[in-house]
């Protein structure tokens, strides 16, 4: 059972931003995960004020665990609309949990180039790695069991929220 009230997840967009903004690059790009990473890094576009195109990668194809889930019912086309080959990337997602997710987009990523660097900016990071991976921007850090999944949906307006799932 929730024993806190959900964060405002604009208010976090608005935080995250703030955590980008100093060690922004000219030439910087966002790259969102399908799809609470797409609506995060779309909002954050807004807010850091950036002229450039987000990316948008579905990881569907890269999971490690694709054979045993098989494909997702809503795979989104990835849209790399500029050259990744030597650029500074920050990597947006809503939740980070495993890894897993983080890993496939990064190989991903690299099926278009090679990357400057990647940094990675998430919502929530709910802990329980499987991977040696973090986030280098984090607006709230919670402690989730593991039967709990922390979903980020885009409401009327497209404005962002959170909600929990309990599984059995």
Request: net charge neutral; proline share 5%.
């Given at each position: 059972m929730l024993a806190f009230e959900l964060p405002d997840a604009e208010t976090q967009c608005a935080e995250l931003a703030d955590l980008i903004r100093p060690r922004l690059q000219p030439d910087m790009v966002l790259v969102g995960i399908?799809?609470?990473?797409?609506?995060v890094a779309r909002r954050l576009r807004e807010l850091l004020?950036?002229?450039?195109?987000?990316?948008?990668?579905?990881?569907?194809?890269y999971?490690?665990?694709?054979?045993?889930?098989?494909?997702?019912?809503?795979?989104?086309?990835?849209?790399?609309?500029?050259?990744?080959?030597g650029r500074p990337l920050i990597l947006v997602d809503d939740v980070l949990y495993t890894g897993r997710t983080t890993r496939a987009a990064i190989n991903e990523l690299f099926d278009y180039g090679r990357p400057a660097s990647i940094q990675l900016a998430v919502l929530a990071d709910r802990g329980r790695r499987q991977l040696p991976i973090c986030a280098d921007f984090c607006a709230w850090r919670v402690d989730l069991d593991a039967s709990q999944e922390l979903i980020l949906s885009a409401e009327t307006g497209d404005r962002l929220q959170w909600s929990l799932a309990e599984h059995a």
């Open positions: 399908h799809s609470g990473g797409a609506w004020g950036l002229r450039n195109e987000i990316g948008l990668i579905d990881v569907s194809f999971r490690d665990d694709y054979r045993a889930r098989g494909l997702h019912a809503r795979v989104k086309p990835s849209s790399i609309p500029f050259d990744v080959e």
